[in-house]
């Protein structure tokens, strides 16, 4: 079992809520969950952890906030993760949340600059350790997508009219697509808008 707390980078929103941290398998294509856990009123919780390497995942209900930092020990835990194979140290779990998470939307066109229905749109981040970046959403009837609370960092966005769901996570997928990616940088409150092909 693993003790945390979560903090805030600066003044908490009002609408700070409880917020739920969660641990998945590093692999991400084969997902290996464990259950999520809420924090209480003082922002600590306990989180059960299995043999393995997971990732860590918090989610607040403030809209716009995002998990900006994450220490274990001496470890950097959204850098390295957490080793669930190795004693953990006494110290808690520190979870730092901020807001001004970003947003990014936009239409994506087929080759006639025809708006596509139903296409996948993909945001990844381009720190590859950043799994929990991940982000994907499908185009409506007019080509047009949104992605929300996303954290401020450099990212690629990719677009298919037809994918397998999750291809996206392999890096010998996704290479065959670098010509076509956009490339953005997303500040603080960031809002951007971009046309995929």
Same mark, same amino acid.
Request: charged fraction near 25%; hydrophobic fraction near 35%.
């Given at each position: 079992? %693993? =003790?945390?707390?979560?903090?805030?980078?600066?003044?908490?929103?009002?609408?700070?809520?409880?917020? %739920?941290?969660?641990?998945?398998?590093? $692999?991400? &294509?084969? /997902?290996?969950?464990?259950?999520? =856990?809420?924090?209480?009123?003082?922002?600590?919780? $306990?989180?059960?952890?299995?043999?393995?390497?997971?990732?860590?995942?918090?989610?607040?209900? $403030?809209?716009?906030? *995002?998990?900006?930092?994450? @220490?274990?020990?001496? =470890? +950097?835990?959204?850098? &390295?993760?957490?080793?669930?194979?190795?004693?953990? #140290? !006494? @110290?808690?779990?520190? &979870?730092? /949340?901020?807001?001004?998470?970003?947003?990014?939307?936009?239409?994506?066109? !087929?080759?006639?600059?025809? #708006?596509?229905?139903?296409?996948?749109?993909?945001?990844? #981040?381009?720190? #590859?350790?950043? =799994?929990?970046?991940?982000?994907?959403?499908?185009? !409506?009837?007019?080509?047009?997508?949104?992605?929300?609370?996303?954290?401020?960092?450099? *990212?690629?966005?990719?677009?298919? +009219?037809?994918?397998?769901?999750?291809?996206?996570?392999?890096?010998?997928?996704?290479?065959? *697509?670098? !010509?076509? @990616?956009?490339?953005?940088? %997303?500040?603080?409150?960031?809002?951007?808008? %971009?046309?995929?092909?």
């Amino acid at each position: 079992t %693993l =003790a945390g707390f979560v903090k805030w980078d600066g003044t908490p929103p009002k609408d700070a809520g409880p917020c %739920l941290a969660g641990l998945h398998g590093e $692999s991400r &294509v084969l /997902m290996s969950n464990l259950p999520p =856990a809420t924090t209480k009123a003082d922002g600590t919780f $306990s989180l059960e952890v299995a043999p393995g390497r997971f990732d860590l995942n918090v989610h607040c209900e $403030s809209k716009g906030s *995002y998990m900006k930092a994450a @220490r274990l020990g001496d =470890a +950097d835990v959204l850098e &390295v993760g957490i080793d669930g194979s190795e004693a953990l #140290p !006494d @110290r808690p779990l520190q &979870v730092t /949340m901020a807001t001004g998470a970003g947003e990014i939307e936009g239409s994506v066109l !087929d080759a006639d600059s025809h #708006p596509v229905s139903g296409a996948t749109v993909v945001v990844i #981040p381009d720190a #590859p350790k950043r =799994a929990g970046l991940f982000q994907n959403a499908a185009t !409506d009837q007019n080509g047009h997508f949104k992605l929300s609370d996303i954290v401020p960092d450099a *990212y690629s966005l990719y677009a298919w +009219d037809q994918v397998e769901d999750g291809a996206w996570n392999s890096d010998e997928f996704i290479k065959k *697509y670098h !010509d076509q @990616r956009k490339r953005v940088q %997303l500040d603080a409150g960031g809002r951007e808008a %971009l046309q995929l092909q």
